[in-house]
């Protein structure tokens, strides 16, 4: 008899909560770490977990748990669903559990999207720093236009899986695919990475241009030149650009971009409406990874020296009081030059 695959994932976010429940209808054994105790009671009480992901019903085999030692169990996949600002912090309150477990696992899957704050590192550079030894071969991350809530809802997309491995990459993408959800592979860990985390922040500019009121040929124009600077920076960084065009890259651009679940296309309207950056992070509940990540990429272009002029325009509206209106300004004039 074929052994039944166990997954833990940690963090019961929206896409964490919403993984788990696409794994647990494909029969896997689920156990779905929470750091809120109310999360773990309402999910083992009414199988809902309200605050992220509404009216969602959570199955059975979805085993909440609190306590890293009292429910990880034995996984062949960990997958981490945390904030890239959390990861490092929570990579280390798993760490000796997962270190007992490495027999077992098979994969580590990161599923959060941004940089880390300080370092400016990828989150599998963060991953690699933190986890044993024996498990570096086994990371891999997932990105793509995902936003969860349509996932949740049963709505087709894909999502591209990326490790330096081939095997894992193999094993993963047919344990994570379902009928609505297909993975394809990449073996460019850094162009996946760089394009879910930089489009954040093209998607709160787009949510700045919906918010002054601007239409289609302005976000379209926003997108099209983000993904230019996406590409830049990243193949810079060493990406492969092809990894840009695809939907690890063009395709979660796209989805953020336009998306009224976006998160961080939402606070470039909310900027644009004249809320300040403080008040509109203290009102969220839920982590806008664009904020961080544009102070990080903005640092890494000034000491790469490589032209950003979106990222350069939503760090200096978020961090240095520019308007909206001075930013449109300030990209409409510069130097003219060729597209490419």
């Given at each position: 008899?074929?052994?039944?695959?166990?997954?833990?994932?940690?963090?019961?976010?929206?896409?964490?909560?919403?993984?788990?429940?696409?794994?647990?209808?494909?029969?896997?054994?689920?156990?779905?770490?929470?750091?809120?105790?109310d999360t773990y009671?309402?999910?083992?009480?009414?199988?809902?977990?309200?605050?992220?992901?509404?009216?969602?019903?959570?199955?059975?085999?979805?085993?909440?748990?609190?306590?890293?030692?009292?429910?990880?169990g034995n996984p062949?996949?960990?997958?981490?669903?945390?904030?890239?600002?959390?990861?490092?912090?929570?990579?280390?309150?798993?760490?000796?559990?997962?270190?007992?477990?490495?027999?077992?696992?098979?994969?580590?899957?990161?599923?959060?999207?941004?940089?880390?704050?300080?370092?400016?590192?990828?989150?599998?550079?963060?991953?690699?720093?933190?986890?044993?030894?024996?498990?570096?071969?086994?990371?891999?991350?997932?990105?793509?236009?995902?936003?969860?809530?349509?996932?949740?809802?049963?709505?087709?997309?894909?999502?591209?899986?990326?490790?330096?491995?081939?095997?894992?990459?193999?094993?993963?993408?047919?344990?994570?695919?379902?009928?609505?959800?297909?993975?394809?592979?990449?073996?460019?860990?850094?162009?996946?990475?760089?394009?879910?985390?930089?489009?954040?922040?093209?998607?709160?500019?787009?949510?700045?241009?919906?918010?002054?009121?601007?239409?289609?040929?302005?976000?379209?124009?926003?997108?099209?030149?983000?993904?230019?600077?996406?590409?830049?920076?990243?193949?810079?960084?060493?990406?492969?650009?092809?990894?840009?065009?695809?939907?690890?890259?063009?395709?979660?651009?796209?989805?953020?971009?336009?998306?009224?679940?976006?998160?961080?296309?939402?606070?470039?309207?909310?900027?644009?409406?004249?809320?300040?950056?403080?008040?509109?992070?203290?009102?969220?509940?839920?982590?806008?990874?664009?904020?961080?990540?544009?102070?990080?990429?903005?640092?890494?272009?000034?000491?790469?020296?490589?032209?950003?002029?979106?990222?350069?325009?939503?760090?200096?509206?978020?961090?240095?009081?520019l308007s909206p209106?001075?930013?449109?300004?300030?990209?409409?004039?510069?130097?003219?030059?060729?597209?490419?």
């Amino acid at each position: 008899m074929k052994k039944k695959i166990v997954i833990t994932v940690i963090g019961a976010g929206s896409w964490g909560t919403t993984l788990s429940v696409i794994l647990a209808g494909k029969g896997y054994d689920i156990n779905l770490w929470t750091r809120s105790k109310d999360t773990y009671e309402e999910i083992n009480k009414s199988r809902k977990n309200k605050k992220y992901t509404c009216d969602l019903c959570i199955p059975e085999n979805v085993t909440p748990f609190t306590k890293p030692e009292d429910g990880f169990g034995n996984p062949e996949i960990i997958i981490f669903a945390v904030p890239s600002h959390a990861l490092r912090e929570i990579i280390k309150k798993f760490y000796e559990i997962i270190r007992k477990n490495i027999k077992y696992i098979k994969c580590i899957l990161n599923v959060s999207k941004g940089l880390e704050i300080g370092t400016n590192l990828r989150l599998s550079q963060v991953m690699k720093e933190c986890l044993p030894g024996k498990s570096i071969s086994k990371i891999c991350v997932l990105s793509g236009p995902n936003i969860a809530s349509e996932i949740a809802d049963g709505l087709p997309s894909v999502s591209v899986a990326a490790s330096n491995n081939k095997e894992t990459l193999k094993y993963i993408q047919s344990i994570i695919s379902t009928n609505k959800f297909r993975v394809y592979t990449n073996s460019d860990i850094i162009g996946v990475e760089i394009g879910g985390a930089v489009k954040n922040i093209i998607a709160i500019a787009a949510g700045i241009s919906d918010g002054m009121g601007y239409k289609a040929n302005t976000k379209a124009s926003l997108i099209t030149r983000g993904l230019y600077e996406l590409a830049k920076l990243g193949t810079r960084l060493g990406a492969n650009p092809m990894t840009f065009s695809g939907a690890a890259g063009m395709g979660d651009l796209i989805a953020t971009c336009i998306s009224k679940n976006s998160r961080n296309r939402c606070v470039g309207e909310r900027i644009a409406s004249g809320d300040s950056i403080s008040k509109i992070l203290e009102n969220m509940y839920m982590v806008a990874e664009g904020v961080n990540t544009t102070r990080a990429v903005y640092d890494i272009s000034r000491k790469m020296d490589i032209e950003v002029p979106i990222t350069e325009c939503v760090y200096e509206i978020i961090y240095k009081d520019l308007s909206p209106i001075e930013s449109v300004n300030k990209l409409m004039k510069r130097k003219f030059k060729s597209e490419v």
